[in-house]
Antibody, heavy 121, light 112 residues
Framework: QVQLVQSGAEVKKPGASVKVSCKAS????????MHWVRQAPGQRLEWMGW????????KYSQKFQGRVTINRDTSARIVYMELSSLSSEDTAVYFC??????????????WGQGTLVTVSS | QSVLTQPPSVSGAPGQRVTISCTGR?????????VHWYQQLPGTAPKLLIF???NRPSGVPDRFSGSKSGTSASLAISGLQAEDEADYYC????????????FGTGTKVTVL
């Protein structure tokens, strides 16, 4: 079965960077894209970016452009999301989500368990 | 940034039917893009509930159904059960924004 297992919680100081990993199993890694979605406390879901796990192409939300980098290690089946210049507003749970599309516009079929990133001085 | 609007909360007694609306605009739902729905239980990751407007993934009870018309979509839960108490989000694609994948504002379903 498809599984996405994320790295553990992180505590960072303002101005620092954080790198969160998402290890995939149970499917052909290169066939599907991986997205990163975050959720601040009590807030809605917010899309951050996406990587084509096959060719490595990426697309980022303009909100995070210049601060976020998504890459992957194909042999290890891991996707990484790095967010820099952290502020308290980046305190959130970060999810990876594998897409699917079939005959429809892309949706997020499988989700990681989430990684809490806390930014505090 | 959010361009999909949902009611903050809906409630119903066990066994009742509730609906959640998701209102978009001409650049997303109105442009013909599909709407998908997710259920998020407290403290957990979202779970895909409906994809492609009205399709249920394997394992999702047929009490959940979706529809789309014009610039809006709806999620219906019939035979409401205690375990349905959760947050629900719609999601679609938007051609006009810097973030092409957009989520709704979220709706808290309370079982009375």
């Amino acid at each position: 079965q498809v599984q996405l297992v994320q790295s553990g919680a992180e505590v960072k100081k303002p101005g620092a960077s954080v790198k969160v990993s998402c290890k995939a199993s149970g499917y052909t890694f290169s066939r599907f894209g991986m997205h990163w979605v975050r959720q601040a406390p009590g807030q809605r879901l917010e899309w951050m970016g996406w990587i084509n796990a096959g060719n490595g192409n990426t697309k980022y939300s303009q909100k995070f452009q210049g601060r976020v980098t998504i890459n992957r290690d194909t042999s290890a089946r891991i996707v990484y999301m790095e967010l820099s210049s952290l502020s308290s507003e980046d305190t959130a749970v970060y999810f990876c989500a594998r897409d699917d599309f079939a005959d429809y516009d892309p949706y997020f079929h499988y989700w990681g368990q989430g990684t809490l990133v806390t930014v505090s001085s | 940034q959010s361009v999909l609007t949902q009611p903050p909360s809906v409630s119903g007694a066990p066994g009742q039917r509730v609906t959640i609306s998701c209102t978009g605009r001409s650049s997303n739902i109105g442009a013909g893009y599909d709407v998908h729905w997710y259920q998020q239980l407290p403290g957990t990751a979202p779970k895909l509930l409906i994809f492609g407007n009205n399709n249920r993934p394997s394992g999702v009870p047929d009490r959940f159904s979706g529809s789309k018309s014009g610039t809006s979509a709806s999620l219906a839960i019939s035979g409401l059960q205690a375990e349905d108490e959760a947050d629900y989000y719609c999601q679609s694609y938007d051609s006009s924004l810097s973030a092409p994948y957009v989520f709704g504002t979220g709706t808290k379903v309370t079982v009375l």
